[in-house]
């Protein structure tokens, strides 16, 4: 299990989304966030075959770095909500490392109670995390 203060930005997700009532209002936050990191910069250089997650129906690229043995995300999606749904992936699970990125398991996701989604964005979600994983391991020379 990762070091819990490594995971503070997921821990405060759960508890900011935990807070609020209703999954409906919980998706309009996420609509909101998904704004908000719509406004953020994401190069188009980045827009790349190779950085985009495929499989979903909404356009997703994932960037993925790697700075002395940790592991961060950016990503980027051409959907309002599914943006946001990056955003907490992102930014809930960078700056882990790959042993402590493996040891995540989709209970870690359905922590964000998000239920309202539709099955093919949760699975989406969850598809990220293994997604996130893969890259971890991945060589040197491939990240």
């Known amino acids: 299990m990762p070091d819990m203060t490594l995971l503070a930005a997921y821990q405060a997700y759960v508890e900011s989304l935990d ?20 406004a953020q910069a994401f190069p188009d250089a980045w827009k790349t075959d190779a950085n985009q997650m495929h499989g979903c129906m909404s356009k997703v690229w994932i960037v993925h770095q790697r700075q002395d043995g940790r592991h961060t995300f950016h990503g980027h999606s051409d959907s ?10 992102t930014e809930s699970f960078s700056g882990l490392t790959r042993a402590e990125l493996a040891a995540l398991t989709l209970d870690h996701v359905r922590r964000f109670r998000l239920g309202a989604l539709t099955a093919q964005r949760q ?4 598809a990220m995390l293994k997604h996130f994983q893969r890259l971890a391991k991945a060589p040197l020379s491939s990240a």
């Open 19 to 38: 807070a609020i009532d209703g999954e409906a209002e919980r998706l309009d936050a996420i609509i909101n966030l998904g704004r908000r990191h719509h």
């Open 80 to 89: 309002l909500i599914v943006n946001g749904l990056v955003a907490v992936m």
């Open 123 to 126: 699975v989406g979600m969850m």
